[in-house]
């Protein structure tokens, strides 16, 4: 049986909840893990991760019993190739607006007979080749490709796009999904909401599971509601300026 980290022992949906480094450091990854969260984001997209970096953050990661998930810059070859050659184990592709882009993250992510995806037995996403047999149905079990959905047109498409064999479940973007809708970063807007949820029970419905970067509020309980199992809840970024604006407004507020 291969490992389902989307289960407990005893075979149970389990919640996985996730911390986002945009500083790219391994130390910030380290403390995440020694926190208690579950899943670390290695951002491509919006942070300046280089491969390398991003793959000693996928090391830091794994030293700490967390679940790497690199989110890649873009939805070509070598973007979701890399995000796996480094160890990434849930691989989250931006900008999947419909079935067909959807069909290539999956040609460029999942071996044969599912996909098309580059074999090097000595990348470290294959373990340098230590493990034993059955390597291409345990890696393709074992690593969970997820299209964003973030725009209006994906939200239109999502019955297709939720379609394509080989995909692992999907995310919801809320930052570009809200601007797209006109109304940016309103992440309580009822309307932003509804998409969400209903795109995550689209996908749940399926067997699938559905991720979203929120971890608190209406959207966050919304979309908990409706049996989303991946919550990206914050980023280093943020729980920084959040704590650096406290001390200095606690220094300076009374001068
Ligand atoms: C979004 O909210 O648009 C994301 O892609 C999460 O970073
Ligand atoms: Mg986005």
Redesign the pocket.
């Known amino acids: 049986m291969f490992k389902n980290i989307f289960k407990d022992e005893k075979g149970n949906s389990k919640k996985l909840y996730a911390c ?1 480094v945009i500083t790219g450091s391994t130390r910030v990854v380290e403390l995440a893990g020694l926190c208690g969260f579950d899943v670390v984001w290695i ?1 491509m ?2 942070a300046s991760s280089t491969l390398d970096g991003a793959e000693r953050m996928v090391i830091a990661a794994e030293a700490h019993d967390m679940i790497p998930l690199v ?1 890649t810059s873009g939805y070509r070859r070598e973007h979701i190739l890399h995000a796996l050659e480094i160890g990434g184990q849930i691989i989250v592709v ?1 900008m999947v607006n419909d079935a067909d882009t959807a069909r290539e993250t999956v040609a460029y992510g999942k071996f044969s007979p599912v996909g098309r995806r580059g074999f090097n037995r000595g990348s470290r996403g294959l373990r340098f080749g230590v493990d034993g047999d059955n390597w291409m149905e345990r890696v393709n079990a074992e690593t969970w490709l997820i299209p ?1 959905i ?1 725009t209006v047109e994906a939200v239109s498409n999502i019955d297709d796009i939720l379609a394509v064999e080989g995909l692992d479940g999907i ?9 797209d809708m006109g109304i940016q970063a309103q992440f309580d807007n009822p309307r932003l909401i509804e998409n969400a949820v209903s795109c995550i029970r689209k996908a749940k419905a399926m067997g699938l599971v559905a991720g979203i ?1 929120a971890g608190e509020g209406p959207l966050f309980e919304a979309t908990r509601e409706a049996g989303a199992d991946l919550f ?1 809840a914050g980023s280093d970024s943020k729980i920084l300026r959040e704590g650096m604006q406290a001390v200095v407004q606690q220094l300076k507020g009374s001068d």
């Open positions: 986002s951002d997209e919006h989110r931006p964003q973030e995310f919801i973007g809320p930052g570009d999904l809200s601007s970067f990206i």
